[in-house]
DNA sequence: AGATTAATCAAACGTTTGTTTAAGGTGAGA
DNA sequence: TCTCACCTTAAACAAACGTTTGATTAATCT
């Protein structure tokens, strides 16, 4: 049974293509290079032939997402634009990209806890450019404007979890979802993700509770 | 090298704190039970003589969880008060929680994609109770009090990745923290995601930008 | 045409995997 | 002392693992 790759495109491409499917199902560790080869519908000894190594191919598989998710990330949040609007074009880029490179989101989250100092390191180079950009973008600006200081990395992982949290949890609720209540579509997913992000539960029409005091212990300036 | 359990535990409680802390670093697959015996001080035997099988360990390291988990939603999400208070209540307990229990937290997650059947029913188990809590306390409320319906396969997840994105991306972001900004602490992040999630970023003091339109896109009712 | 290169293949390499077996040890109750 | 249930052990099992090898094909260049 083939997977989306198809006869036509190169071997290497369908590799590739088979690999990020076969990681996000079935984890890194968990898939083998013969499964994989038959998958691909390739000779096994091609896999190392052009890879080198099966660490190789998990590197170019984060690769293809952090670069795309770096530059949705650069050309969205920069501008003269206000943050409210950046953010809504940024929310809805990213899902959208989310959902073109399921898989590959997939394996870059769920592969984020191995250990392997090759590995850690090449994401951590990611992460940093990526920082960077927020860091410019969004967290000078907040400060320059309202006095709040954040972290980019708290505001970054957090964002990008919730955009992400449709993605990890599909597999569970998909399940769950036979015989209870479907999984919302797309489009609810983006219209929920930036309107709480750009106004909370309040903007859904919640009234502010007693407990709404939250929204005055500063973020940024605690002390430990 | 032991790892965090001592030797005046049980075996049996040794074998599965020296596992979650495995699972968590290295991922289910990606830990061999002859590593776990050899960190848990006990004989490879023991493994499957008091869990059965490896798969079975699993699903006991993901029972803490979820049944910890569930208890704090099914306590602080029930009761009389208005949503803002209920949710300042559960996202302060269920960040502590997470906290504790960050190891279990991040098995639990990063091996939502484990195809599975057996793992992900069992999971689905547990997301069900989850969902019914999730539905009857906030988003039957919710429609009741604003008419805005949201599915609580929608609002579950993202809730949860928000409080747990500070554990997922912990091992990259101190790679990154190295010679960057340093990691926020817990207070920042409890206080940010309750700032957030009540009143988005304009409880951050951000003004309405020309984009925040998109509040009033209402979501569920989304035509596809 | 002959030489060179990239691509593909079956087969085997040595390890490591999860699991099972059979034999022993240990301490409490009869 | 014997027994019985529980715990622990070393050794072995087949299967799967990532990787490498050497031969063969097909296309490209001289």
Redesign the interface.
Known sequence: MKSTATKSQSSRERILQTAVVLF???????TGLRELAREAGVNLAMINYFFGSKKRLLTEVLDVFFAGYLEVMTTELSGE?????K???FIASAIAFFEAKRHFL?VA???????DPEI??H??RW??RM?AVM?KEVCRP?AR????Q??????A??L???M???Y??S???V???KD??????L???T??????????????????????A??E????S?E?
Chains 1, 2 share one sequence.
């Open positions: 996000a199902r079935q984890g890194f560790d968990g634009d206000g943050l409210p609007v953010f809504e074009r997939i989250i769920t592969d984020l806890h191995h250990e850690i390191e994401k951590a992460g940093s920082m860091d907040l404007t309202t006095g709040t954040i972290s980019p990395t708290l505001i992982p957090l990008t979890s919730m992400a949290s449709r990890l949890f597999p569970v609720m399940q769950i979802g209870g209540p479907g999984v919302p579509d489009q609810q997913h219209a929920m993700i930036t309107s709480l992000f750009l106004g909370g539960i309040a903007g859904l029409g919640v009234p502010d509770g007693a407990g709404a939250a929204s212990s500063q973020p940024g605690t430990e």
